[in-house]
């Protein structure tokens, strides 16, 4: 037996024509364009076609792709009833999100079919509804209704109305499409590989989308924007309380999280091994997004504490190349776009769809079953015993 790749580092799985990460200079290409380019100058639905077509739509293409979309924002009775059970008995927006997703199969139009045209009809259901899908479950475990989608918004202002039921400022709904954009695709990551191992079977691709739903879940990957945000207010609060400096209290809280074998949430990476780039994107976004909407203070005093936890990975977990990953200024862009942190995580997977669509295609394509080995360390050479000598 070869040698054993823990969690897979260092594998190359495939090839790729999506986006590229280069761990060591800090960069990410996705589909040709580096992410600071396209993310900040993008509406999501060209990201879509870039990622599915491998080019940029044109004008009527990317109308009809819009309206296509727009179209299927409308959920079906029998899918709104299953949003409605989710809410009813209180699952967390995760995995009601999960739930519901798995539940788009009642309003499916060609069940059994994996034919290509049904499964990118399905792909553009999954990418119309997953916001609508996140929006309505939300206003309903707050006991509010749901708002009805509008077909004239794009998809991220679009979500931002179905959530508030009030027309975003365009600087929420750009911030957060930058947001959808920047984060759409990247590389091999747990929740794309746990999507193409389930297309590898030659399974569907509602099922894949819901795996890779489930494999984003886990704090390790896509929930850590929310522990990231809270560590931000807790360190904000703790220097309010003691009246010691911010940096005073971002030592010693960063410190002692360490100490005590904690993770700090927003740092560290498996490929980056510099700042992620991503961070880059979404901390000019924030700054813009803090400029017009008020708590400038909670930018600066984020900021501030990056740089002290900074200093503290590097003192005591020197050599590990521990760098702000693209959580925390997740966190600070969408508390500025105004969404609560239960809701960072589903907005993380409303953006991925777009990548994990693409991979779930290029697999298809390729299609060859995934299926690594294992090495036995279990016993061998036992002889069964009957119940009763068990003792
Ligand atoms: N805080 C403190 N120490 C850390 C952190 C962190 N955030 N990240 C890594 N380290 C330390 C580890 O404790 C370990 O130290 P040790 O050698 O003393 O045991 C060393 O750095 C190497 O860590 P690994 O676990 O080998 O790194 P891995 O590549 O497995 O982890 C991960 C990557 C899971 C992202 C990790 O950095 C982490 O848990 N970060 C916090 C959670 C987070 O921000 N997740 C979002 C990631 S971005 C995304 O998925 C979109």
């Known amino acids: 037996m ?3 790749a823990r969690g897979l580092e260092g594998i190359v799985l495939t090839e790729t024509r999506l986006s590229e990460i280069d761990g060591d200079g800090g960069r990410l290409t996705i589909a040709g364009f580096p992410v600071e380019e396209l993310a900040p100058r993008a509406s999501f639905e060209e990201v879509l076609h870039l990622l599915w077509y491998d080019r940029l739509p044109g004008a009527g293409e990317l109308a009809q792709l819009r309206e296509r979309l ?5 959920l079906p009775p029998s899918v709104l009833d299953a949003v409605r059970a989710t809410a009813r008995a209180r699952l967390e927006p995760m995995e009601a999100l999960r739930t519901t997703t798995a539940a788009l199969a009642l309003a499916d139009g060609t069940p059994g079919d994996e034919g290509d045209a049904a499964t990118l009809d ?10 609508v899908l996140v929006a309505a479950h939300w206003r309903l475990l707050h006991g509010r209704r749901v708002v009805a989608p509008r077909a004239e918004l794009g998809h991220a202002a679009n979500y931002l109305y179905m959530l508030s039921g009030e027309l975003p400022p365009p600087a929420a709904a750009r911030g957060v499409e930058t947001y959808l954009n920047t984060v759409v695709d990247h590389g091999m990551n747990a929740s794309t590989f746990t999507a193409r191992v389930i297309t590898s ?16 879940k886990g704090p390790a990957h896509g929930g850590a924007p929310g522990p ?16 010691a400096s911010l940096d005073d209290e971002a030592e010693a809280w960063t410190r002692e999280a360490i100490a005590a074998g904690a993770r700090l949430m927003g740092f560290g990476h498996r490929v980056y091994k510099v700042r992620d780039p991503r961070a880059d994107v979404l901390d000019r976004v924030a700054d813009e997004l803090f400029q017009d909407a008020g708590d400038r203070r909670l930018y600066d005093d984020a900021r501030a504490i990056e740089k002290v936890a900074l200093r503290v990975l590097a003192d005591m977990k020197p050599g590990r190349r521990v760098q702000t990953n693209v959580e925390f200024y997740t966190a600070l862009v969408l508390h500025g776009a105004g969404l609560p942190p239960a809701l960072f995580t589903p907005t993380f997977a409303i953006a991925r769809t777009g990548g994990w669509i693409a991979h779930v295609l290029e697999q298809r394509a390729e299609n060859r079953l995934i299926r690594p080995r294992v090495a036995y360390t279990g016993a061998r050479g036992r002889e069964w015993e009957a119940i009763e000598a068990r003792g």
């Open 70 to 74: 727009a179209l299927l924002r409308v």
């Open 122 to 131: 399905r792909a553009l259901a999954l990418c119309a509804r997953l916001p």
């Open 201 to 216: 079977t030659r399974s569907d691709l509602v099922s894949a989308i819901v795996g890779a739903i489930g494999a984003l």
């Open 2 to 4: 070869s040698s054993i």
């Open 228 to 243: 990231a945000l809270d560590m931000v207010f807790d360190i904000r609060e703790r220097a309010a309380r003691s009246g």
